[in-house]
């Protein structure tokens, strides 16, 4: 993208945030909205400290994703501030000057300690709502993260800017350069943890860069949802590898998800591919006025439809939906929002005065339950699994004459199936923004 093309966007994004914070303090009833973007976590009688994690709202205004201490300063009608630590600091590597597309849009005040930012923030404290941790706490100004501001700003992150896609587009786009590299290394029988460094080493983010820890599971492993072990071990036989892995940009996460079979005539590699035509299915369905609480429940039906035509299930989908017996091999939602947090806030939310939409009765890992519309980013991401527990607790159940237990167990070997895109619900048809990462990296 064009540093011009950038500057436009960003200086329209900074315009809403101004405009949705307005309303949020007009809500909430304070002069101001202060934004710490956090502080370091330091481990129990250490002085070692955590990865530090931005505050999200503190990197929704601006792509700064490694300033503990600093602050965000919004008062209606007046430019953002930035208080901007730089340390004079001989331990660690001290932040560069403020410079980029981003710098013209606040006035920045430099500050070499943080108690220094104390005499540059707003009076009085009390008028002043504070949206971070506890920690960040400074002097007087201790965040009270007020609700009615809070449920307003988290509802309106629901709805993207043109930044915030842009941004996204390209976290796709350096996940995908992983995504090929991890599964290379997975043809030339590598281990979960060299996979896992092939994939890193391709995307030039670590742990620390990226959005979550990698799920990179061969066989078996495939069968716990968030397996993050990396098994040293070479496997002698491979069979088949999950892995659930995304990358960050500018603080906007990605979050793909494929599945590999070792060998592409088996008949799990066949079961992956009809999987994986029935997530690019569920993927268009991401449509203004779509309930996702719906779009869940089809996807149910659907995955159960694959499993009576593999043999795995001698039932109806509607009856294995109904029975919870689809659950047993779809646990999980379908997905969640997604933006400056993989599992992005606001779910649930009613309204953007509060409240909740509860989930479906018999689902409750379901991450999303509002009707859809223009602006959202979800990720879809249907899966089949063979989980020894889940399958045990069935067999054992009333409705175990559902299953043809025989073909569970030719699939067990394989752990599991889950493909996941991340697509925009626009104004007409879905806009899938990983599907093409993978076509550009091809």
């Given amino acids: ?251 906007y996460a990605s979050d793909i998800t494929r599945t590999y079979a070792y060998d592409t005539a088996s008949e799990f590699h066949a079961l992956i591919d009809a999987t994986d035509a029935a997530q690019i299915g569920m993927g268009r369905s991401v449509r203004a006025g779509a309930d996702y609480k719906q779009l869940h429940l089809d996807a149910h039906l659907t995955l159960a439809g694959i499993l009576k035509d593999f043999g795995v299930l001698k039932v109806s989908p509607e009856e294995a939906l109904a029975t919870g017996v689809s659950g047993a091999f779809f646990p999980h939602g379908l997905g969640h929002p997604l933006g400056l947090q993989v599992h992005d806030v606001a779910g649930f939310a009613a309204s953007d005065k509060g409240g909740t939409i509860a989930r479906p009765q018999g689902h409750p890992a379901l991450r999303m339950t509002r009707v859809l519309e223009p602006g959202m980013v979800m990720t879809i991401e249907p899966g089949i699994y063979f989980i020894d527990l889940l399958l045990s607790e069935l067999r054992q159940g009333a409705h175990a004459g559902s299953v043809d237990w025989s073909r569970v167990d030719a699939f067990r070997r394989y752990g599991g199936i889950r493909i996941e895109d991340n697509v925009v619900c626009t104004e007409g048809d879905p806009e899938n923004i990983t599907r093409p990462a993978f076509a550009s990296v091809e």
């Fill in 1 to 251: 993208m064009a540093t011009s093309d950038i500057d436009i966007l960003y200086s329209q994004h900074m315009a809403v945030l101004q405009r949705r914070a307005d309303e949020a303090l007009r809500r909430g009833g304070y002069d101001h909205l202060l934004i710490p973007s956090g502080s370091l976590h330091y481990q129990l009688f250490d002085d070692r400290d955590y990865p530090y994690a931005v505050n999200p709202h503190f990197k929704h205004w601006l792509p700064l994703t490694q300033l503990p201490d600093s602050w965000l300063v919004h008062t209606p009608g007046k430019r953002p501030q930035l208080i901007y630590l730089q340390p004079s600091d001989y331990w660690h590597v001290v932040p560069e000057a403020p410079s980029g597309w981003w710098v013209d849009q606040v006035d920045i005040h430099i500050i070499r300690k943080p108690e220094e930012a104390l005499p540059l923030l707003p009076k009085p404290a009390a008028r002043c709502a504070i949206i971070g941790e506890r920690q960040s706490a400074l002097g007087e100004y201790a965040p009270n993260n007020p609700q009615a501001v809070v449920d307003y700003l988290h509802y309106q992150r629901s709805y993207k800017t043109g930044y915030e896609l842009a941004l996204m587009r390209e976290a796709q786009r350096i996940a995908v350069r992983g995504h090929r590299a991890a599964v290379r290394a997975f043809r030339e029988g590598l281990s979960e943890f060299e996979i896992h460094m092939a994939y890193c080493s391709a995307t030039g983010q670590d742990a620390v860069d990226a959005p979550y820890r990698n799920i990179v599971a061969l066989d078996t492993h495939g069968a716990v949802l968030h397996y993050t072990e990396l098994g040293r071990t070479r496997p002698a036989y491979p069979h088949s590898f999950l892995i659930d892995a995304g990358a960050s940009h500018c603080g």
